[in-house]
């Protein structure tokens, strides 16, 4: 079955940089997009970051633009969120989320389990 497992949170200060990684398993790894969701306490979902199958093509939130990267190592089934110059607003549980087709517009159908990310002085 589909099982996307992310690791690679923690506590980080503000300023600093985290990599979050999704390992992948259960489906074609390479014919679907990928995407990056979280959830600050006490709020709802917020898209972070969406890339398409083959990796040739990645969409941001505005909140996140020009700090964190997405990419993927079809290789390899692995998802990577590369956050840096961190924010206390960027704490939250960070989600793994497959799309339920090769770009966005089909919808996230399988979720991983979530990373507490902490951004705290």
């Known amino acids: 079955q589909v099982q996307l497992v992310e690791s690679g949170g923690g506590l980080v200060q503000p300023g600093n940089s985290l990599r979050l990684s999704c390992a992948a398993s259960?489906?074609?790894?390479?014919?679907?997009?990928l995407n990056w969701v979280r959830q600050a306490p006490g709020k709802g979902l917020e898209w972070v970051s969406g890339?398409?199958?083959?990796?040739?093509?990645?969409s941001y939130a505005d909140s996140v633009k020009g700090r964190f990267t997405i990419s993927r190592d079809n290789g390899k089934n692995m998802l990577y969120l590369q956050m840096n110059n961190l924010e206390p607003e960027d704490t939250a549980v960070y989600y793994c989320a497959k799309d339920g087709g090769s770009w966005s517009g089909y919808g996230m159908d399988y979720w991983g389990k979530g990373t507490l990310v902490t951004v705290s002085s």
């Open positions: 259960g489906f074609t790894f390479a014919s679907y997009a």
């Open positions: 890339i398409k199958s083959g990796g040739d093509r990645t």
